[in-house]
C-alpha cells in the first residue's frame, strides 16, 4: 500500500539505499519526460513542447495518457540550487516554517531537516524512526502547519506530532494516537477537526476525528472503478492517494496515485466536483482471464499543496514500476481554482521533483529533487496571484 518505496520500509533496508543510489547516478535533470515512449528531449526544447503537450497526447498511436482539455497558459520555471546538503538523503515533504523550510527525509536518519529559507544553510536535523519517546513509528507522509500557532504537525501513519520549534522533539510533545482508525492519511481541517481516509471500508471512508484523536462520525465515499470489479481490488487502487485541505479548513481534496482524478470536498465530506484534469489515466485496472484487477500502468498525482486559492498537484506522466528507483517524481503542476475546479494555470518546471510547496507572498515554489537529493526554489511567474 505504497505511495512511494520507503513509506512502510525500514530505512536500514540497504538494498533500496543502494538501488535509489544508483538510480541518482544515472537519471538527470532538466529534461521533459513525456507520459509515453517518445524520447527524452533536451532542456532547450521544453517550452515550445510544453505547449503542444496536450495535442500529442491526443494522438492515439502514442498509447499514454491522453489530453481531456485544453491546457491554460503554461509558465516556465526555472530552478536555482538551494541547498544540497549531504545530511538529506531522499527528501520527501517540504514546508515552509518560518524563515525556514521543514524538509522530511525518506532516507534519513535523523529524517527532519530545517533550512535557512534564505541561504538554503543546514539549521538542524533531528527526528527518528522508532518506538521510543519523539521517534515516528513509520517515514514521515505528511506535514501540516498548525491552525493556532506557529507549530507544525508531523504525520506518520500511526500518529500526529506537534513540533513547537525547530529542533529534538521532546518526550512531552503533543500526540494524537490515529493507529486504529486504519487512516492512510489524515490532517487537521481546524484547530479541533482531523479528518482521516479509511482505505479498507468504503461505508466509512472519510473519518472525522477531535483533537484527542476519538471518532466523531463516519462518511461513506466512492472509490476507484465501477461495481463490476471485485472491491479488494477497488480497495487496492483507491488506496493510493493524496490528501491536500484548504488552509481554512473549508475544504479537502483527495489526488488519486495511478488515475487522473482529483475530488474536492467540503468540511463535512460532502462531494463539490471532480476538477478539470488536463489528461485522462482511467482508474488502474485490467482484464487477467476472466477477472479484472488492480494493475497500474501510469503515475498521475504523487504529490499536492494548497493555499487559500489554489489547489497545486505535481502531474508525473510515468509509467508505472515496481522499481525502487521510479518514484513518480515530475515536472508539471497542474493550478486549480479550489472554488470551482477549474484549471488555471499550469507550471513547467526544468527540474523534475516529488515534494513541493507553494509560498505566494515569498514568491517562491521550493521543491526536493529525488535525482540527487537536492532542495530547489523556483520563481513564481509575476501576475498569476492577481
Not at 491522453?66 to 509558465?75: E, L, W, Y
Not at 525518506?106 to 535557512?116: A, E, R
Amino acid at each position: 500500500m505504497e505511495d512511494h518505496p520507503y513509506e512502510h520500509a525500514s530505512v536500514a533496508d540497504q538494498a533500496r539505499r543502494d538501488s535509489l543510489l544508483s538510480h541518482r547516478r544515472t537519471v538527470g535533470v532538466g529534461a521533459l519526460r513525456l507520459p509515453t515512449t517518445a524520447p527524452t528531449l533536451s532542456s532547450a526544447d521544453t517550452f515550445s513542447l510544453c505547449t503542444l503537450l496536450p495535442v500529442l497526447l491526443s494522438v492515439a498511436a502514442i498509447g499514454g495518457p491522453a489530453a481531456s482539455q485544453v491546457i491554460p497558459a503554461v509558465d516556465t520555471l526555472d530552478a536555482e540550487l538551494l541547498s544540497r546538503s549531504p545530511a538529506i538523503e531522499q527528501p520527501g515533504f517540504i514546508l515552509p516554517w518560518g524563515a525556514n523550510i521543514l524538509v522530511s527525509d525518506w532516507l534519513g536518519n535523523p529524517n527532519l531537516h530545517v533550512l535557512d529559507g534564505e541561504t538554503g544553510d543546514l539549521v538542524v536535523s533531528f527526528g527518528r524512526i522508532g518506538a521510543g519517546p519523539g521517534e515516528f513509528a513509520n517515514v514521515i507522509v505528511g506535514l501540516q502547519l498548525a491552525h493556532d500557532s506557529g507549530a507544525v504537525w508531523v504525520y506518520d501513519a500511526r500518529k500526529l506530532t506537534r513540533i513547537e520549534r525547530p529542533g529534538p522533539v521532546g518526550a512531552d510533545a503533543s500526540l494524537v494516537d490515529l493507529t486504529t482508525s486504519r487512516l492512510r492519511r489524515a490532517l487537521w481541517l481546524d484547530a479541533t477537526t482531523i479528518v482521516g481516509v479509511n482505505w479498507r471500508n468504503p461505508a466509512e471512508r472519510f473519518v472525522f476525528l477531535d483533537e484527542v484523536g476519538t471518532v466523531t462520525r463516519t462518511v461513506p465515499g466512492p472509490l476507484l472503478g465501477h461495481e463490476g470489479i471485485p472491491l479488494e481490488e477497488r480497495l487496492h487502487a483507491s488506496a493510493r492517494f493524496l490528501l491536500c485541505a484548504h488552509p481554512q479548513g473549508s475544504r479537502f481534496a483527495v489526488l488519486f496515485r495511478y488515475a487522473t482524478r482529483i475530488e474536492v470536498y467540503d468540511n463535512t465530506a460532502k462531494h463539490l466536483f471532480d476538477t478539470a484534469v488536463p489528461y485522462s489515466i482511467e482508474g488502474p485496472f485490467e482484464h487477467v482471464g476472466g477477472d479484472i484487477v488492480y494493475s497500474p500502468k501510469w503515475i498521475a498525482y504523487p504529490s499536492c499543496w494548497a493555499d487559500d486559492d489554489y489547489l497545486y498537484a505535481l502531474y508525473s506522466g510515468d509509467r508505472y514500476s515496481r522499481s525502487p528507483g521510479a518514484n513518480g517524481d515530475g515536472q508539471e503542476i497542474h493550478v486549480f481554482d479550489w472554488q470551482t475546479g477549474r484549471l488555471s494555470r499550469t507550471f513547467h518546471l526544468d527540474v523534475r521533483v516529488f515534494g513541493f510547496s507553494v509560498a505566494k507572498n515569498a514568491g517562491w515554489l521550493y521543491a526536493g529533487s529525488l535525482a540527487d537529493a537536492g532542495i530547489y526554489r523556483f520563481r513564481l511567474p509575476l501576475g498569476v496571484w492577481k
